[in-house]
């Protein structure tokens, strides 16, 4: 089945400075990449999200890229703010057995 | 517009006993999905349904089941309960299967002790 990773596990950035959150999967099949944020006692809400006949998608300070021949994708948030502060979550999805397998989690700590 | 909804909020149960977990979709969508949270770990998919029928199930035991009812608002019920149960359940809507994009609910926070 399909394996997804993600790193780092925590992140400290200064307010305004970018931070970056790499994951990768194993399914070359996998094909839509959605990212989540989850903030303390909330589920899981979608902030971006990309398909594999797409190699980048922007959606104001938030961006994902994808590179499907090594099987990774990328969440970039520039200009951070503290209310970015969450955990963010990648996932894929294993269309031949409709499933999302979900990265591990980095939590992001934005210092004002 | 309303959100995905879940019911209870919180519960707690003691080993062996058995749980119903309610969901509602977002208006609209017609296909439901269930993870399992563990405390500091991302999402387990369980179950999607869309359209009443099972289309995806997930690696957990038989005790763990699911049903959509025509209105499309589903349940999630585990039985012979296990302290490893214990953890955040979440569903999510979309508005139909596969690659379309899907919206969680706050969950339902469960204690087994």
């Known amino acids: 089945g399909e394996n997804v990773e993600q790193h780092p596990s925590t992140l400290s950035v200064q307010e305004g400075d970018s931070a970056v959150i790499k994951c990768t999967y194993s399914?070359?099949?996998?094909?839509?990449f959605p990212w989540y944020k989850q903030e303390l006692g909330k589920g899981p809400q979608l902030i971006i999200d990309?398909?594999?006949?797409?190699g980048e998608k922007k959606d104001q300070r938030i961006a994902v890229t994808l590179n499907k021949t090594a099987k990774h994708f990328s969440l970039h948030i520039t200009e951070t703010q503290p209310e970015d502060s969450a955990v963010y979550f990648c996932?894929?999805?294993?269309?031949?057995?409709?499933?999302?397998?979900f990265g591990s989690g980095t939590k992001l700590n934005v210092k004002p | 517009d309303a959100g995905v909804t879940q019911s209870p909020t919180h519960l707690i149960k003691t080993r062996g006993q058995h749980v119903t977990l309610r969901c509602s979709p977002i208006?609209?969508?017609?296909?439901v999905s269930w993870y399992q949270q563990v405390l500091g770990q991302g999402p387990q998919f369980i179950f999607q349904?869309?359209?009443?029928?099972?289309?995806g199930r997930g690696n957990f035991p038989d005790r763990f089941s699911a049903r959509q009812f025509p209105n499309y608002s589903s349940e999630l019920n585990v039985n012979a309960l296990l302290l490893g149960d214990s953890a955040l359940y979440l569903c999510?809507?979309?508005?139909?299967?596969?690659?379309?994009?899907?919206?969680f609910g706050p969950g339902t926070r469960l204690t087994v002790l």
């Open positions: 208006s609209g969508h017609k296909s």
């Open positions: 349904y869309y359209e009443k029928e099972e289309r």
């Open positions: 990309i398909r594999s006949n797409v």
């Open positions: 399914d070359s099949a996998s094909n839509y």
């Open positions: 996932a894929a999805l294993e269309p031949n057995f409709n499933k999302f397998y």
């Open positions: 999510a809507s979309s508005s139909g299967e596969g690659t379309d994009t899907q919206y």
